[in-house]
């Protein structure tokens, strides 16, 4: 169940104080619960050192409520950390006691653990990632080198888009400079070169959404998206022309990010310049999916993200015991997939009966829906198009989606091999009525130019079944052929 032993995480911010309560999947919970205060704790940390007394009252309601919050979710487990503006205030112990006394224990994160546990959270979300992951706060920006799924080494800059307006007041050259100076004194000096820099935190998030507004991107979904790093530039020229309320009326840009967006795009392109990455890529995940990963062990860990999360959504959604591994192997018969083609094929079977309880004449739809719009990671854009092609023919909706600018964020061969997986699907979901006894008793093979049915059982043949198979056949260009073995 989706509400199984919640636990919930409050991030204590230099600009946000946020609660998110996860639930199901260990691997991947799904969140059930997130909201953020924009308490500015971390706002005049650098004229008076200090936390101030409206923010503090900002940040000490949020928690007064997010405890009420967590006790009626039944949280079995609260976990709160604090970043930059409480490590570094001249007060900031003084406001951990106010925290105390609501009732939470609270946790101050040292600015290389904070580094290291946002990489934790990219690695989580993004198993490969191999590049340098930059967690933009208000109060810091975390540097972190990830390589072959571990954090190789993090450092915490005092470069938070709440601490940039002084730099940027000397121009943009001097503030290039100061921001290479920096990076270079911590050792990441082109750090980048030739890999992916991983953009973790809200600010950064905001700024891909403006630039996938700007670009007319068919499916604004964060997480993955990959940018050229040329992209912070342009962003940033059109923020010039753009004002406040044509900012507001991008529905995606939460309008308490458009005061920080000039300066993290700033930001970002003096890093592009003294990184020197191959792509920009957007993670979703970043410290608090980190604390969660962490506590994992290492078998979960090495689980991939997504067919784990696919695997749950599947069995919450489907009519009987979920099947959907031995689907994939049924229909993986037929198919010479390699790896990266084979994983989305998997989580497509794992989704395959998601849709009994729609309506007949939108199931087809409720596949491209959840394909497309379902909160997965370690997935990009044209992944999530090929699931939905595959769930999409499926459920009987026709070989071409109904979306010709989002069909085209991949190539056409993409999509055949998709609407084929779909048509193998269908015809095993329909051979053994949505249950597992029908594929156990039978095979797919494909031999020469035909397409082979074996049975040990005649009477699972008929004439729907047939129908689906010379669907099959025909979109793999072989001849249909039933056989009973025994």
Known sequence: MFADAPVAIVDIGSNSVRLVVYSGATRIP??????????????DMDETGALGEEAQARALTALERFRLLTRQMGAVRVRVVATAAVREASNGKAFLRRVRALGFEPAVLPGEEEGRLAGQGVISAIPDADGIAGDLGGGSLELVELSGREVRRSVSLP??????????????????????GAVARAGFARAARGRPFYLVGGSWRALARLEMELAGHPLPITHEHAMDPDRPALVRKALRKLDKASLREIPAISTSRLPTLPRACQLLEALVDALRPSVLVVSSFGIREGLLYDDLDAETQKLDPLVEAAREAGAG??????????LDEWIGAVFDDPPGAARLRLAACLLADIAWAAHP?????????????????????????????????????????PYRSIAGLCTPAQLERAACWGYAMRLGQRLGGGVAAGLERSRLVRTGATLRLELKDSGLLGEP?????????????LAPETAVIG
């Open 361 to 401: 004449d939108f199931r087809a739809e409720r596949g491209i829906d959840m394909a497309l719009h379902g909160n997965w990671v370690a997935i990009d854009a044209p992944g999530r198009v090929r699931i939905a092609q595959a769930l999409f023919c499926n459920f009987g909706g026709g070989r071409e989606l």
């Open 159 to 180: 470069l938070g888009v709440l601490r940039l307006d002084e730099l940027a007041a000397a121009g943009d050259e001097a503030f290039a400079k100061r921001i290479a």
């Open 317 to 326: 959604l489907g009519r009987f015991e979920q099947h959907g591994g031995l």
């Open 465 to 477: 079944v047939e129908r689906r198979l010379k669907t099959l056949a025909a979109s793999l260009g």
């Open 30 to 43: 799904s969140i059930i619960f997130n909201e953020k205060v924009m308490a500015g704790l971390g706002r």
